[in-house]
């Protein structure tokens, strides 16, 4: 059979959303932010808000979403985000805002701005892609970091009494009545990345129905910031992250889960 | 005509909306005005100064050491600021809590008992508008229509019912005031 | 309908930012200049043209809100005074890089650190040449009084778009505390989405249609030549603001043989130095610096030839001083005066400094 005759909109099965571009993502293979992306702009455009949806980047790894996200984008400085989605959201309020943030910018240097955006309740979507490391600048320590675990600034495991704890920024902010939906899913299933799918669209149903900040957290994994192949950091993931991180929803209409 | 003039006391007796009715009031005669107030922690329970200047001109400095008139309220106020009256110039205060009269000869002095009429007229509010009285019968640099005028500007509606008593004490200050 | 008021500077400000037409303010408080967002939150802007006033977290979060909504294409401003103007260094860099037009309004204090409250105008060098990391410059517009801070809050909102460049309004505590007569102009019309749509769509990020490519806003560059080439854009820019944007006024200079240079409140001091010193017989003029960047180097170079000599009048221990000193080049001697750390120099102290350091004998 020539392959012409299999491409044919019938046989069709799967197709990549119009919403991301053709650049070559950066990301390390075996990395969950190229999914990440595309679940987000997969739910952008199936609520048919491509139009009206404005994204902010974040610096780290994914500081070049806007490279692959086709839609209008603002990238901005190391952890202001939330700050920069207020200044859009609360001019364009009929606007659905996001950021894209990973743990060092969203819960190290930006850290203020994430409580008070969600403390506002902004009418925004925060997404929050954790995987315990700083990938981009050469694997140090993040606030996410496990304990024990290894990382350029940490080079014989992240030492409690000296560095602190892992940061739960996701259980914290979910305290704050300005949240509505916060939930901690990952991408590394197919199983698992219909689920983030499906938080991220009640994230952004939240925005649309003007109900308060949307924090969807997507605990990932840094195959080359962890020193391991893909296979290896997803297990890594599933056995060291997850029970640190455990996956679910933590607060849904507002309600915290017991 | 160029009136350069610093009115200082403790914070709470009115001194900067004093200034502010006397520029209210100038700029209803179409004057310029400019009101430079004391600012930072001695806002707070210690002194207050305002430099005010009215005047048919473009105003240069809103900053002088140098006044035409000085209505000093309190002794800090007039050790400080009794020497920055220019030679002939007016000195205006309330002998009231004042130890230490001014002395120089080369000004005029004027007396005002601005915080027992007060009492006497059972508001101790208005006693910068007594004061205020005593200097606009020394220096009627502003005329009484223009401050009504500036107070009814200044003061927000609900309080212009207040301005007949801010009137009578502008009379009682312009009627006790007592050169020294 | 023009109306005649009594406003504090800051409050001036607050006013004029409404009147313009501005669509957000995004701001914190600090001494001397607070009053600009507790204008802005009795007046209830959101009800009289729909603008909008947010207190942030932090100086650091309100620029950074100004960023993104600069970025749509509204019309944004927030103010401070000198260490909030410190935090906002970052975001102003990232504005100035990316090519957004927004205003920023410096009260300035004394420092260095938490410094003093009171009048300053020691962020001269902060303003004028940068501030943040990087290449750029900020437009500087500076007032000398209430009318002023007014009257330039329209004017830098024409700049920041003409330019597509940050615009600092930078004042001091003279100013921003100080009462004084002003008319204010009418009320503008805030622009509709619509508009702003029409007139900034070819970069503002207000949602991709399917009519053009995607907008991004950002001051990445991975490439160095690349980044390069865009630094280039932006020095053009600079030049063509220094070609254009000069804004100054002289008294009393066409017959000066001494000439005090300032701007803001130091030069309204100096004005009143120049009346007493003319009243003693001395010949002397005021330059008084509008436009901080761009400088009036030429119109000072060429000054240079008629006078004896420069006072450079500045609450600081010497920064414009600087640029007087580029601007006139070594044809007369230029000298620095001022009182610092908060203290502010009387019309007296100036004139002594005159006589000693100018005029002599």
């Given amino acids: 059979m020539d392959i012409k005759e299999i491409i044919k909109p019938e046989n069709l099965v799967y197709q990549k959303t119009k919403l991301m571009t053709d ?68 001019t364009w309020p009929e606007k659905f805002v996001f950021t894209y943030q990973g743990d060092g910018d969203l819960a190290a240097i930006g850290g203020n701005e994430t409580l008070h955006a969600c403390n506002r309740g902004e009418n925004i979507v925060i997404i929050f892609v954790n995987n315990g ?63 983030a799918k499906k938080a991220i669209r009640i994230a952004f149903e939240t925005q649309r129905e003007k109900k308060g900040l949307a924090f969807v957290e997507i605990v990932s994994n840094c195959n080359s910031g962890w020193k391991m192949n893909p296979v290896d950091a997803n297990n890594w993931m599933v056995d060291n992250m997850f029970p640190y991180f455990p996956l679910g929803d933590i607060k849904v209409n507002g309600e915290l889960i017991k | 005509m160029t009136e350069e003039m610093i009115i200082a006391g403790f914070g709470g007796q009115g001194v900067l909306s004093m200034g502010k009715i006397l520029a209210y009031s100038g700029i209803m005669q179409d004057q310029e005005v400019s009101w430079m107030p004391s600012y930072g922690p001695e806002m707070r329970g210690g002194t207050a100064n305002v430099t005010v200047i009215v005047s048919d001109e473009r105003i240069s400095s809103p900053i002088l050491t140098h006044y035409d008139t000085a209505i000093l309220l309190n002794q800090q106020s007039m050790d400080k600021f009794e020497k920055s009256v220019k030679p002939g110039g007016v000195l205006l205060y309330d002998p009231n809590g004042i130890l230490h009269h001014p002395t120089r000869t080369d000004i005029k002095i004027y007396t005002i008992e601005g915080a027992k009429l007060a009492s006497q007229m059972g508001n101790p509010n208005i006693f910068n508008m007594i004061v205020f009285g005593a200097f606009l019968k020394i220096k009627p640099i502003v005329k009484l229509e223009n401050v009504i005028r500036g107070l009814k500007k200044s003061l927000p509606e609900r309080h212009h019912k207040l301005i007949p008593l801010n009137e009578d004490a502008i009379s009682m200050g312009m009627n006790n005031v007592v050169e020294k | 309908m023009s109306e005649v008021k009594l406003m504090k500077g800051n409050e001036a400000v607050a006013e004029a930012a ?54 749509t294409g509204k019309r944004v401003m927030t103010s401070s005074s ?203 003029g005021l330059f008084r610096l509008i436009s901080l960047f761009p400088f009036p180097k030429n119109e000072l170079n060429k000054l240079a030839d008629t006078v ?28 620095h005066y001022g009182r610092f750390g908060g203290v502010v120099h009387s019309p007296e102290e100036v004139l002594i400094a005159l006589e000693q350091k100018i005029i002599g004998g």
Avoid at chain 1, 75 to 86: D, E, I, S, Y
Avoid at chain 3, 18 to 30: E, K, N, R, W
Avoid at chain 3, 39 to 66: C, F, H, K, W
């Fill in chain 3, 82 to 284: 000198s260490p909030g103007v410190s935090l906002k260094q970052e975001g102003i860099s990232y504005i100035a890089g990316s090519e957004l037009p927004c205003v920023i309004v410096n009260v300035v204090r004394g420092g260095p650190g938490l410094g003093t409250i009171q009048p300053s105008q020691a962020d001269y060098f902060q303003s004028t040449k940068g501030g943040g990391h990087g290449d750029y410059r900020l437009l500087v517009l500076a007032p000398a009084s209430v009318q002023e801070m007014a009257d330039f809050v329209d004017l830098a909102f024409d700049l920041a778009f003409k330019y597509r460049n940050p615009v600092m309004i930078l004042s001091d505590g003279v100013i921003g505390q100080m009462m004084e007569k002003i008319t204010l102009p009418a009320q503008k019309p805030r622009l509709s989405n619509e508009e702003i749509i029409e007139r900034y769509g070819d970069w503002a990020t207000t949602g991709k249609p399917s009519t053009r490519e995607r907008n991004i806003i950002t001051s990445l560059e991975l490439d160095p030549y690349r980044q390069e080439t865009h630094n280039h854009k932006l020095q053009a820019k600079y030049k063509k603001m220094e070609e254009n944007e000069v804004r100054f006024e002289a008294i009393n200079c066409e017959d000066a043989d001494y000439v005090i240079v300032a701007y803001g409140s130091s030069a309204r001091i100096s004005q009143k130095t120049m009346q007493l010193a003319r009243a003693k017989g001395h010949k002397v």
């Fill in chain 3, 308 to 335: 004896k000599g420069f006072l450079a009048v500045e609450m600081s221990a010497g920064q414009m001083i600087e640029d007087v000193r580029l601007a006139v080049n070594g044809k007369k001697p230029a000298e």
């Fill in chain 1, 23 to 90: 650049a070559p993502l950066s990301y390390c293979p075996g990395c969950g932010h190229g999914t990440a992306h595309r679940i987000t702009m997969e739910v952008v455009e199936e609520m048919g808000i491509w139009e009206d949806t404005i994204g902010v980047a974040p610096v780290g790894c994914s500081v070049l979403a806007y490279d692959f996200m086709n839609i209008d984008m603002t990238q901005a400085a190391h952890g202001r985000a939330p700050a920069v989605a207020t200044g859009i959201k609360r």
């Fill in chain 1, 133 to 195: 490391i700083y990938g981009m600048t050469g694997g140090q320590m993040a606030p996410t970091t496990l304990p024990g675990m290894k990382s350029s600034t940490s080079p014989y495991g992240r030492d409690i009494a000296t560095m602190g704890h892992p940061l739960k920024m996701t259980e914290l902010i979910a305290q704050l009545p300005g949240t509505y939906f916060v939930t901690r899913q990952a991408v590394h299933t197919p199983a698992a990345v219909r689920k």
């Fill in chain 3, 18 to 71: 409404i009147l313009a037409g501005v669509d957000a303010y995004f701001g914190y408080p600090i001494t001397p200049q607070s009053e600009v967002i507790e204008y802005l939150m009795v007046e209830r802007p959101e009800d009289r043209t729909g603008m909008v006033v947010l207190q942030a977290e932090s100086e650091i979060a309100a620029i950074n809100m100004v960023y993104g909504a600069a970025g």
